[in-house]
């Protein structure tokens, strides 16, 4: 059906910069926003950037700091999302987890992956 893999975690340092990467299998027309969270260790999900159909939103928090980018394969089978983050700071670290949010066929369906860990730290 569908999955969702992130990757690219990993420590860095404050200010630094980090590209952390979601590929989302499966059939593409069935998909629409795909969406990055941040979980911070003790606290709810939140919300950091989506895209649909090249239309990007960002929190706050990520506005002007971080970019989030679509590629689509050529045969509509998979999807890679990109979430480029600058400038980072300690209120940056968790767990970023992708999600791809279901249309037509699979209206209403949320696909999620296992998550990324992100440390920023000197």
């Known amino acids: 059906q569908v999955q969702v893999m992130e990757s690219g975690g990993g420590l860095v340092q404050p200010g630094g910069s980090l590209r952390l990467s979601c590929v989302v299998s499966?059939?593409?027309?069935?998909?629409?926003?795909i969406a990055w969270y941040h979980q911070a260790p003790g606290k709810e999900r939140e919300l950091v950037a989506r895209?649909?159909?090249?239309?990007?939103?960002?929190?706050?928090s990520a506005l002007g700091r971080f970019t989030i980018s679509r590629d689509f394969a050529r045969d509509g089978a998979k999807s890679a999302v990109t979430l480029e983050m600058r400038n980072q700071g300690p209120d940056d670290t968790g767990l970023y987890l992708c999600?791809?949010?279901?249309?037509?066929?699979?209206?209403?369906?949320?696909?999620w992956g296992q998550g990324t860990q992100v440390t920023v730290s000197s």
């Open positions: 499966g059939r593409m027309s069935n998909i629409g926003t």
């Open positions: 999600n791809a949010g279901g249309r037509n066929l699979l209206r209403a369906r949320n696909f």
């Open positions: 895209i649909t159909e090249g239309i990007t939103r960002y929190s706050d």
